[in-house]
């Protein structure tokens, strides 16, 4: 019995921009783990994920016109780069 099928997957769009998001997580860590140390480093650049996903989650919701009672709108100016908040320390 076979569990789990075998899919081809052709190079995307998406592809390229997971790629292009990985090397940039690369480029982020090697600049600032040596500055605030590695673990921190990581933690930074996690929370920034979960910001910008939760961030784009609810930009679709109100494009959808979902979004949850106390949610007025979400702000169209996107958040500031991981870069720019770590260089204000």
């Known amino acids: 019995m076979k569990l789990g099928k075998v899919f081809e997957v052709k190079r995307t769009a998406l592809w390229e921009l997971a790629d292009s998001c990985a090397g940039l997580y690369k480029h982020l860590y090697e600049k600032y783990a040596p500055l605030i140390g590695s673990a921190t480093a990581q ?24 979004l949850p009672e106390h949610v007025r709108a979400v702000n169209s100016r996107p958040m500031r780069t991981l870069e720019a908040r770590i260089s204000r320390l």
């Not at 930074?44 to 930009?59: H, I, P, Q, R």
């Open 43 to 66: 933690q930074v650049m996690n929370k920034n994920n979960e910001a910008w996903k939760s961030f784009l989650a609810l930009k679709k919701l109100e494009d959808d016109g979902r």
